[in-house]
């Protein structure tokens, strides 16, 4: 059971990018796969591409083309530089069977020696692919609903004995129904089935592809863009999972150092920022200052604008301070632009992958991302968008900023927009307006910051010759002033509180003064104490000294005037001086 299972998966690559990924791993190998779809939807080019790429990789091919001359075909093929001189002579063999409608309707047609002419083929080029382009032709020639069912029946068993994998193209008017009895038939004999369109919506053409049933597999059933370019037909198909990668935590600068301080050291290596805003708020300009700080760190850089020339994009940043061009010269940024209006959402996505996937940048600015949701887009397109850009820039750690332009300055942090902002970003920073005295000023607000400690302030944006800087917006009751009204007011406050200032140097120099007189005063009075001190001190002691010259004088005296020896007391003599 394990050995079936296995030879019903076993899948053969297409080489076309993204219809791998959508069939999980190709289309199935010694079976039929029919690609049905409206003109123009790109149903030869696809099967012609699958052929041409076995025939490079060691698995010729067969095309039979049942309506178109095979040289047109290989003429056409030669603008998207397959090369098919050299793989036809070995890997590759068209066959031109267009039936001719007399036979057909004589009924004396069918594929029996066709298909026999083609297996003695394939056995001598050992064929593993063949194409029947537009079989519809034949089949409709047939006019016979049993025939019709015959011819099928005989190409199926034919494929399944071959062991060759078939492509079978036919023409389809719908979307997914048909109204024709043998696709009705054709689409439960093969084993895989896709959908082509082709539509035109606003004069922009979309075409994409759907793959319907696929036996013995998994598949992507979502509808996917279809590309035809230079090198060929491409899907247009994101995963919607997040790739399971580690969180960074190194911190990148923002390229203006104030932001970086709101933000905790700035954006977080491999998120997603949007900066919203009102035209001419200078989302542009933030671009700048992150591209010129990721280039000075060495930073190989991505830049994709939308309706703006990269010389004016430089030019115009120069004006401000930042200078991109020596970095454009060196080749460590490339500037992209784009037209918004020539493609639509999913076109632009398949460019923005290519553009990746060629410069490999780490810093990723797209400018607006709101030109690529467009009016030209349907809802389903929009809603897919925001997150096939988060995963494209998420799987390959890209740091990337994108703006969003609104159409108004009102409402500004609505969530109902146009890229449904809340989806992409990791960081969300407003820039706004804010009208006041006759006056046009920029103000910043973060929004969110996921992971972060963020600043809740609105600060003011000033942009001038000498670079890009924020200020604090000012408040004077109540109301926040910006520009030449704060200038104004913090002038008057700013003399005010000078005025202030020098009236309280005054007063300080006045209670000095007041306090030095002081000071002397009370030096001259303890000068004058020391003086009376010393008085004092100098009356006592001549005091003393005259009592002691008085004793001495009495004494001399005494005995002048007495004949005896005694002497009078202290006292007495004392009372007889009082006499």
């Given amino acids: 059971m394990s050995n079936t299972q296995q030879i019903e998966l076993n899948k053969i690559q297409t080489g076309i990018r993204g219809l791998d990924d959508i069939t999980n791993g190709g289309l199935p190998k010694g079976r039929g796969t029919l690609l049905a779809g409206g003109p123009g939807c790109g149903k030869t080019v696809i099967a012609l591409q699958i052929l041409v790429h076995g025939a490079k990789h060691g698995e010729p091919g067969i095309f039979v083309t049942f309506e178109e001359d095979s040289s047109r075909i290989i003429t056409n093929a030669t603008t998207f530089g397959w090369n098919l001189s050299e793989l036809e002579s070995q890997k590759l063999f068209f066959l031109d069977a267009k039936p001719r409608p007399d036979i057909v309707c004589a009924g004396q047609f069918d594929l029996s020696s066709l298909l026999a002419s083609l297996k003695v083929k394939a056995d001598q080029m050992m064929a593993k692919r063949i194409v029947f382009d537009s079989i519809d032709v034949l089949l409709s020639l047939l006019d016979d609903p049993l025939a019709e069912r015959r011819e099928l029946f005989r190409l199926n068993d034919w494929l399944i004995s071959s062991g060759l994998t078939g492509i079978i193209t036919c023409k389809n008017n719908d979307s997914c129904q048909s109204r024709l009895d043998y696709q009705d038939f054709m689409q439960y004999m093969v084993d895989c089935m896709i959908f082509l369109r082709h539509d035109v919506d606003n004069r922009l053409a979309h075409r994409t592809m759907r793959i319907i049933k696929y036996r013995g597999s998994s598949f992507n059933s979502r509808e996917a863009a ?31 150092d104030r932001l970086d301080s709101m933000l905790g050291s700035g954006y977080y290596r491999g998120s997603a920022v949007v900066l919203s805003g009102a035209p001419g708020t200078a989302k542009t300009t933030l671009c700048g200052c992150f591209l010129l700080a990721a280039c000075e760190r060495g930073e190989r850089s991505l830049f994709i604008g939308f309706d703006e020339p990269a010389q004016e994009i430089v030019r115009n940043l120069r004006s401000v301070g930042i200078d991109l061009g020596p970095y454009v010269d060196s080749g460590l940024l490339h500037i992209q632009s784009l037209r918004s209006s020539v493609s639509g959402t999913e076109e632009h996505m398949g460019m923005v992958r290519k553009l990746i996937e060629t410069y490999q940048p780490r810093c990723l600015v797209i400018d607006p991302l709101s030109a690529i949701v467009n009016s030209h887009s349907n809802d389903e397109a929009l809603r897919r968008m925001p997150e096939q850009l988060l995963a494209l820039t998420k799987s390959t750690g890209i740091t990337m900023i994108c703006t969003s332009l609104l159409a108004s300055n009102n409402d500004a942090l609505n969530e109902d927009t146009n890229i449904h902002i809340s989806t992409v970003a990791d960081t969300w920073i407003h820039i706004s307006y804010a009208m006041l005295a006759g006056e046009r000023n920029r103000s910043l607000t973060i929004v969110k910051s996921r992971g972060t400690e963020h600043s809740n302030q609105v600060r003011e944006l000033i942009l001038n010759s000498s670079g890009v ?76 000294t005259r009592v002691k010259l008085s004793n001495l004088s009495r004494d001399e ?23």
């Avoid at 003399?495 to 003064?513: N, P, Q, Y």
């Avoid at 007391?569 to 007889?576: A, C, Q, V």
């Fill in 469 to 544: 800087s924020l200020a604090d917006v000012y408040q004077a009751g109540g109301e926040v002033l910006m520009g030449t009204a704060r200038w104004q007011k913090e002038t008057a406050e700013k003399a005010t509180e000078d005025l202030l200032l020098a009236s309280v140097v005054h007063k300080r120099r006045a209670i000095e003064l007041a306090q030095a007189e002081v000071n002397a005063r009370v030096e001259v009075l303890q000068v004058e104490l020391a003086v009376k001190e010393a008085e004092l001190k100098l009356l006592l002691a001549t005091e003393d």
């Fill in 226 to 256: 279809l590309l035809l370019g230079d090198t060929g037909a491409e899907v247009i198909a994101f995963t919607l999972s997040l790739p399971q990668l580690s969180a960074s935590t190194e911190r990148i600068s923002s390229g203006i």
């Fill in 557 to 579: 005296l005494w005995s002048k005037r007495s004949g005896d020896d005694l002497k009078p007391s202290s006292e007495n003599w004392h009372i007889d001086k009082e006499c």
